[in-house]
């Protein structure tokens, strides 16, 4: 739990989310750590519940739990991912608005070429099971993916990879949108 909060604070300070936007969560044999719908991403405290992963019925916590608790469900079972995190990144929203429908985002940095190869972009409204299934699809081959108009995910097998991945497609498309401005 100490780790989500850890990070919670990390994506804030480093502008990858703002006030009561953006989630993060953990798993744990087959349940998650969420944080909590509304909660500030920099003040987790008292903020994190623990939910199923594969419910047979909604959990009573669901209630509560970040509205994009399907959307990491979704991923924790298409994916080996033991950690989401879910920001709202000026830059990577910008580029995924710039994005044609089935469009993905390709770095033009050497590093983010090497590290994200091309990052999908994904369609659904907030908490939709078509952003669940999109996403988690995306993500069986990705480190990370843009919902369209909406913010990043970034999956890992640790919180802090995690971290980097999400990191790295908002520098990624930051040098690719100053790139694209500066050929203008």
């Not at 703002?18 to 798993?27: E, W």
């Not at 959307?71 to 879910?86: D, F, G, M, N, P």
């Amino acid at each position: 739990m100490q780790e989500l909060i850890k990070y919670g604070k990390k994506i804030v300070e480093a502008g990858l989310a703002h006030s009561h936007f953006g989630n993060v969560s953990k798993r744990v044999g087959d349940q998650m750590l969420i944080s909590t719908t509304g909660s500030m991403l920099d003040e987790l405290e008292g903020q994190i519940v623990t939910v199923p992963i594969d419910p047979a019925t909604p959990d009573e916590l669901d209630v509560i739990a970040s509205t994009e608790v399907n959307v990491h469900r979704a991923i924790y079972r298409e994916t080996s991912a033991l950690a989401i995190l879910h920001g709202h990144s000026k830059y990577a929203v910008v580029m995924s608005m710039l994005c044609k429908p089935g469009e993905q985002i390709v770095p033009e940095d050497s590093e983010s070429i090497y590290f994200l190869h091309e990052i999908p972009v994904v369609t659904g409204g907030i908490g939709s099971q078509e952003l669940a299934t999109n996403a988690a699809s995306a993500l069986r081959d990705h480190k990370g993916v843009v919902a369209l108009g909406h913010g990043t995910f970034a999956r890992g097998a640790t919180v802090d990879e995690a971290f980097v991945i999400i990191s790295s497609i908002e520098h990624a498309c930051t040098v690719k949108y100053l790139c694209d401005m500066a050929r203008e």
